[in-house]
């Protein structure tokens, strides 16, 4: 079947830009939940299909699986729309963009931090978003959020990353070292602002393949029209106690590029989070796009001031090893739960002091349900993929497994 390709540069970043404005409110996420929200960006459901499902050629799993790994596109731009239901408490979709995610550093200058990258990514976590993304090798790329007043972009060309919330009119910058760009991930590198850009159906793709083992099912569902490409649909339906039903990748059927990434949840109705390509286009993008500076009356932070005050305050956000200390791995494939200890344990009447923690142990109790075992006694927290027993001694058994199966882990005490 012939198809054509496109080979002119994109307009994508031409248009219109959405008007600032001023903040509105926020929501409040509590810290575990909007890490475990920001940990399953990327993971579910479908945009409709444009068209009838296409007639290509059969191919099996494999093969399918060895076209996206030979894939060698480098250059792309288009839109795509991130739909999210984790089915959490308290995420509203309808939160805006204008100066979203506040400081991340806190204290009364607390937006001057307000473009740094992490603090966008519970912006994904409910509701739907349109991204606009542009890509022209492994060091320039652009991806835009786009909401009808404001609009949030990350920028890299080079050794150079730009953040800039047309919201607050705030921007974000910070500097890749030589040696990283040359030799790969150096300790800077994991600091830098890449949660974004990997929240795209390729780079999801590979994540959830390179994880397949034989607690998955493989295998091609048919075809599909995704923002007017020819794409195989490749299925993933995972073993055991899990709470994800099936993954499915929409893969261009001519270069191999993952179009859609959609995961479904075990419980069934409404995907979980939905990242799919709308419009594509496999031209070199303008050189244009990915050039930034910064607009007049824009208040700049540099990342290495924050890590100044960070040090300073020794408030430093990197993880590292010693961090990880208490973590313990549990089972394996997608039976596989975490468990880790929290630094001084829950407050609950007996530990704690005094009205504070007893007001605090019964909020928890209100998000989630009761337990017993023979590890003694906690909570069961749930999402639709992700759920969590936090014990009354501290200890965290999470993954995307039933509740029993958590429990379980508590009374092996492993």
Known sequence: MARTRSTEATDEWDEERPARRH?????????????????????????ANSGGDPDLPKVTAEELIAKIAASDTQQLSGSVKISTDLGIPGLSAGSSLGGMGGG?????????ASAAPLSKLTELAAGSHTLRIAADGPEKQRVSIIEDAAEYSLIRNGDQVWAYDSGSNSVYHATAPQQERSHGKGKHEERLP????????????KQVLAGADKTTSVTVDGT???????AYQLKLTPKGDTTV??????????????????LAPKSGGKAVVDVGFTKVSFGK??????????????????????????????????????DLSGLNVIGE????????????????EQ?????????????????????????GSGTVFSTRLVNALLTDDGTVYVGAVGKDTLIDAANAGK
């Open 23 to 47: 903040k509105a409110a926020r929501y409040a996420v509590p810290v575990a939940v909007a890490g475990v929200a920001a940990a399953t960006i990327g993971l579910v459901p479908a945009l």
């Open 104 to 112: 991340q550093h806190g204290g009364e200058d607390g937006d001057e």
């Open 194 to 205: 890449k949660d974004l850009t990997d929240a795209t159906p390729q780079e999801l793709a």
């Open 224 to 230: 599909a029209k995704i923002a007017g490409r020819d």
């Open 245 to 262: 039903g099936s993954i499915r990748i929409a893969v261009d059927a001519d270069n191999g590029v993952p179009l859609k990434f959609t």
């Open 285 to 322: 993008p303008k050189a244009s796009t990915f050039e930034f500076t910064p607009p007049k009356g824009a208040k700049v932070t540099e990342q290495k001031d924050l890590d100044r005050k960070a040090d300073k305050l020794g408030q430093r956000e990197e993880l590292g090893a010693d």
């Open 333 to 348: 494939g997608w039976g596989t739960v975490a468990k880790l200890k929290l630094p001084g344990g829950l407050p609950t």
């Open 351 to 375: 530990h704690g002091e005094g009205a504070e923690s007893a007001a605090a142990s019964q909020f928890l109790d209100k998000l989630g349900d009761k337990v017993k075992g023979d590890f």
